[in-house]
């Protein structure tokens, strides 16, 4: 019902937009986030925006160089990625967690989401 698309291979300082496209239900009061897992890591946090859009947090790594955005009307939440680093590669994950009324909730914690995408790789060369 998740459905990650964007990624590639980039180089160091590049740029990419993933997205993620919800299908199946509406995902207008579910909270989004960005997830990635590197070869030989733990799934780490990147990004969440809340259902209304109004709120958003970024991982320590990612701050200032990555924005997460999102269209409910086209039930699609977005990850504009620049300045890309090496250790930004990885398989990144998009996942729904539904926060109901809650139009400022986000999370960082992987096991509160809901649904997850399959996943889409991003490569960034040095």
């Known amino acids: 019902q998740l459905q990650a698309s964007g990624g590639g291979l980039v180089q160091a300082g590049g740029s990419l937009r993933l997205s993620c496209v919800a299908s199946?239900?509406?995902?207008?009061?579910?909270?989004m986030g960005w997830f990635r897992q590197a070869p030989g890591k733990e799934r780490e946090f990147v990004a969440a925006?809340?259902?209304?859009?109004?709120?958003?947090y970024y991982a320590d790594s990612v701050k200032g160089r990555f924005t997460i955005s999102r269209d409910n009307a086209k039930n699609t939440v977005y990850l504009q990625m620049n300045s890309l680093k090496p250790e930004d590669t990885a398989v990144y994950y998009c996942?729904?967690?539904?926060?109901?009324?809650?139009?400022?909730?986000?999370?960082?914690?992987?096991?509160?989401?809901?649904?997850w995408g399959q996943g889409t790789l991003v490569t960034v060369s040095s």
């Open positions: 996942a729904a967690e539904n926060s109901g009324l809650r139009s400022d909730y986000v999370s960082r914690m992987p096991d509160r989401y809901d649904y």
């Open positions: 199946g239900r509406t995902f207008s009061f579910y909270a």
């Open positions: 925006i809340s259902w209304s859009g109004s709120s958003t």
